[in-house]
């Protein structure tokens, strides 16, 4: 019998509580029951494992996927995938999607009054590397207004959703920009306690890996629940 | 010092576009052993309302209670073609569906055995971070043992054991309500 290999907790004000009225959805939506705490067992350390062949060549380049490019400003977003002991996360799922530079999604449901971009879907998948680095050339989304409260808009932003080593460890995030004003009036952003854990979400500026004559690059490295130094004791 | 962990954000009404392509609601691939089982029900709000288009994902072990997964050292049978993911959208109803095998059972704290189960994350618009749960199947005699059920007050147990649909043998009805009466329970580790 092995015993398992057990996670960390998040680090402390590092998570969104479920509840946060100023974002209005979270009112019926958070359980109001608490949580029940159980021991971590093979059922969680363990999760889905992806392989190479299940990406497509273009899957991480959403400028790519049409006959032309969409409109908007050309970047990279790059960065890695570690646990909060700094190791890497090697080989493992990054999928992101976003709104076109006019901010609007293909989405049947977002009436959002502008235009799509035939050559643009928004979406991107790739498996981070041994050093758990990924890499996405897309363009850079656009605001957009949604009925929150009075006059709201979202930043523009990119979903993440990372799998992980095992299923505690999965996590959907948002990426935002550095130096964007609507930040502060945004119950997304402002519903993290903790003002470096806020700061985690917003990317860089990354000069080193921007292309001359081609693209700006982004950085956001995404660091989840680590492992705990030795397999649990039972 | 550790690195501070990214903090969850919800995945927004628009998440379909991301996951449609990669849907997973049939684990049931040739050469994959296995009693059949569909799986369906509901997500319902703190309103009663039913929860349109939630991001359902579930994780399991093949029948022999082996997971594909390199952490899994149990010397157990394992199909190459079972992988053990699913993932399903709710429709506008809040209906979702997911057809896969009942998994055998795994070992749990201690070296007791676990009920066969999944384990379910929920993602929806109005959800700051995923909620994780697991689903057991009805009539099981290991549920009665199962580490896990037993640290789940008693009355709160049903809302995680998925229902028989007289209809149908294989058919399983498990609703996700996420707030108020028959509230289901939800886990942390």
Not at chain 1, 111 to 122: E, I, M, Q, R
Not at chain 1, 157 to 178: A, D, E, K, N, W
Not at chain 2, 24 to 44: F, P
Not at chain 2, 71 to 100: C, H, I, N, S
Request: glycine share 8%; charged share 20%; aromatic share 10%.
């Amino acid at each position: 019998m092995h015993d398992v290999h057990s996670y960390r907790k998040p680090s402390p004000g590092s998570q969104p509580d479920y509840l946060y009225p100023p974002y209005k959805s979270t009112v019926k939506r958070a359980p109001v029951q608490p949580l029940v705490l159980v021991p971590q067992t093979l059922s969680e350390i363990t999760g889905p494992v992806f392989g190479r062949n299940e990406i497509a060549p273009l899957d991480h380049d959403l400028t790519r996927q049409h006959q032309s490019a969409p409109l908007g400003e050309r970047m990279i977003v790059n960065g890695r995938v570690l646990d909060d002991g700094g190791c890497p996360v090697a080989n493992t799922l990054v999928e992101i999607w976003q709104s076109n530079a006019a901010g609007r999604y293909r989405h049947a449901d977002d009436n959002h009054d502008a235009p799509l971009d035939p050559n643009f879907t928004g979406c991107g998948r790739t498996l981070t590397d041994d050093a758990g680095r990924y890499r996405f050339v897309t363009i850079k989304p656009g605001a957009y207004p949604w009925r929150n409260h009075h006059n709201a808009w979202r930043p523009p932003h990119i979903h993440f959703s990372v799998f992980g080593c095992g299923f505690l460890q999965r996590l959907v995030t948002q990426m935002y920009f550095p130096g964007d004003p609507l930040l502060a009036l945004d119950p997304m952003y402002t519903c993290i306690a903790d003002e470096r854990a806020r700061q985690r979400l917003i990317s860089s500026f990354d000069w080193e890996n921007t292309v001359p004559e081609f693209a700006i690059a982004y950085r956001f490295d995404i660091v989840l629940r680590g492992r705990d130094a030795t397999p649990m004791e039972k | 010092m550790n690195e501070l962990t990214t903090a969850s954000q919800t995945v927004g009404p628009f998440v379909s576009i991301s996951f449609a392509p990669s849907l997973a609601g049939d684990l049931t691939v040739q050469g994959v052993s296995g009693k059949r089982v569909v799986l369906h029900g509901r997500v319902i709000d703190g309103d009663g309302a039913p929860v349109g288009h939630a991001a359902i994902e579930t994780w399991q072990a093949n029948a022999h209670g082996k997971y594909a997964h390199p952490e899994d050292f149990q010397e157990k049978p394992l199909e190459r073609e079972f992988r053990g993911f699913g993932r399903v959208m709710a429709d506008e109803r809040g209906a979702y569906r997911l057809v896969t095998i009942e998994p055998g059972c795994t070992p749990g704290p201690g070296g007791v055995l676990q009920a066969p189960h999944l384990v379910v994350v929920i993602f929806m618009r109005g959800l700051l971070k995923h909620l994780t749960t697991r689903v057991y199947f009805p009539d099981d005699t290991h549920n009665a043992e199962d580490p896990v059920l037993k640290l789940v007050p008693e009355e709160r147990r049903a809302t995680l054991i998925a229902r028989r649909v007289a209809t149908d043998a294989n058919e399983l009805e498990w609703n996700i309500v996420v707030q108020g009466k028959d509230e289901t329970v939800f886990f942390e580790y």
